[in-house]
């Protein structure tokens, strides 16, 4: 069961004219719940227009500063981010689940990190480059930031101040679409700019580990230029805006129905479901309090085991594929393909 906290809003802060940073009253008691790694995000939930919706937001701030921070940029028909950038405001009681992820970054001593952002994928990264800045003093950070505009850059004045206090060890680098700036980038995050930075500009330094946060299409491209780079794949992570669909396992859903037994807090519960729905979504319907956040396949809210029978996932940039023949799956991108099955949420 997905566990929420009320929390009150200390400051709405506008970044840029279509994105916010919100900061997050946490009271004493609830402090230690809260403490989190650089890359992780909270789910919020608000209730909007009659309707519950919940959303995933990285962390901005870091571990250090005892602060929940999140960044929420407004997306054209995005319902929640919308509302939040126009409503939100000082002393709004919300609700705030404790910080979760995969996209992690523990500082070590004598490392050399390289991070490709694109416009709100700055979230987790200035959490990461902050945190590495001010906890490990023998470690370098070079920042690769992608936008379309300056005015359209979030966290545009902090990192310009980081680079100026951190300037023998932060490396930043802006590019920018739409606009021609001095000394600056024209154009967009991609193989062939991976390779100017790696290959030929920092071509002196081995890079320990890389973190990509940004478009799926922006993430294949300078992993693979990355890759080709001699940088280790597990040495690469990264975190999408959005997943696309794999055709192939869609294609695997056929119509049908399936038995379905759910393990949820300790308790068991089994209906029959459509084999053209997703398990998260029959579930809900079902009136279990599984956990889910985006429900779009880039976060792991929503991550169970299978322990009996087949699903097909549509999407997946999350799990490896040891974790899949686990049994593993993201319930909200997941399909039924055999008559019977089991899902554990529980044993995860």
């Known amino acids: 069961m997905a566990t929420f906290y009320k929390v009150s809003i200390q400051e709405v802060k506008q970044e840029t004219a279509g994105a916010v940073s919100v900061l997050f009253n946490i009271p004493p008691?609830?402090?230690?719940?809260?403490?989190?790694?650089?890359?992780?995000?909270?789910?919020i939930q608000q209730e909007i227009r009659g309707e519950e919706i919940r959303r995933a937001y990285s962390i901005c701030s870091t571990p250090k500063s005892g602060e929940i921070r999140v960044a929420i940029k407004a997306v054209e028909k995005g319902v929640f981010s919308v509302y939040a950038t126009s409503h939100f405001k000082v002393g709004d009681e919300i609700e705030i689940s404790i910080p979760e992820g995969r996209f992690l970054l523990n500082p070590e001593a004598n490392k050399?990190?390289?991070?490709?952002?694109?416009?709100?994928?700055?979230?987790?990264?200035?959490?990461?480059?902050?945190?590495?800045?001010?906890?490990?003093?023998?470690?370098?950070?070079?920042l690769v930031?992608?936008?379309?505009?300056?005015?359209?850059?979030?966290?545009?004045?902090?990192?310009?101040?980081?680079?100026?206090?951190?300037?023998?060890?932060?490396?930043l680098?802006?590019?920018?679409?739409?606009?021609?700036?001095?000394?600056?980038?024209r154009g967009r995050i991609d193989g062939n700019v991976t390779n100017y930075f790696v290959k030929n500009m920092y071509k002196e330094t081995t890079f320990?580990?890389?973190?990509?946060?940004?478009?799926?299409?922006?993430?294949?491209?300078?992993s693979k230029a990355l890759k080709n780079n001699k940088i280790a794949k597990e040495n690469i992570h990264f975190e999408l805006f959005t997943v696309s669909v794999d055709e192939?396992?869609?294609?695997?859903?056929?119509?049908?129905?399936?038995?379905?037994?759910?393990?949820?807090?300790?308790e068991e519960t089994t209906f029959t479901m459509q084999q053209t729905d997703n398990i998260l979504a029959a579930s809900?319907?079902?009136?279990?309090?599984?956990?889910?956040?985006?429900?779009?396949?880039?976060?792991?809210?929503?991550?169970a085991k299978v322990t009996e029978g087949k699903a097909v996932m549509v999407k997946n940039s999350i799990l490896t594929d040891s974790e899949v023949e686990e049994g593993?799956?993201?319930?909200?991108?997941?399909?039924p393909t055999t008559s019977k099955i089991t899902i554990d949420f529980d044993d995860v």
Do not use: W
């Open 284 to 303: 809900l319907r079902n009136d279990l309090d599984a956990p889910y956040s985006c429900q779009g396949g880039v976060c792991s809210s929503c991550l």
């Open 208 to 222: 320990d580990a890389a973190f990509l946060c940004g478009p799926e299409k922006m993430i294949q491209e300078v």
């Open 145 to 171: 930031y992608g936008n379309k505009t300056v005015a359209d850059t979030i966290f545009y004045t902090q990192l310009n101040a980081l680079k100026e206090s951190f300037s023998g060890r932060f490396k």
């Open 173 to 185: 680098h802006y590019i920018f679409s739409r606009e021609d700036v001095k000394n600056d980038l």
């Open 328 to 335: 593993l799956i993201l319930t909200c991108q997941a399909y």
């Open 112 to 142: 050399n990190y390289i991070a490709f952002a694109a416009g709100s994928g700055i979230t987790p990264i200035l959490s990461m480059v902050t945190a590495v800045l001010e906890s490990e003093p023998t470690s370098n950070f070079t």
């Open 29 to 43: 008691h609830l402090k230690s719940e809260f403490n989190f790694t650089a890359g992780q995000y909270i789910t």
């Open 248 to 266: 192939g396992a869609a294609s695997a859903i056929k119509e049908g129905t399936t038995e379905i037994k759910v393990l949820l807090d300790d």
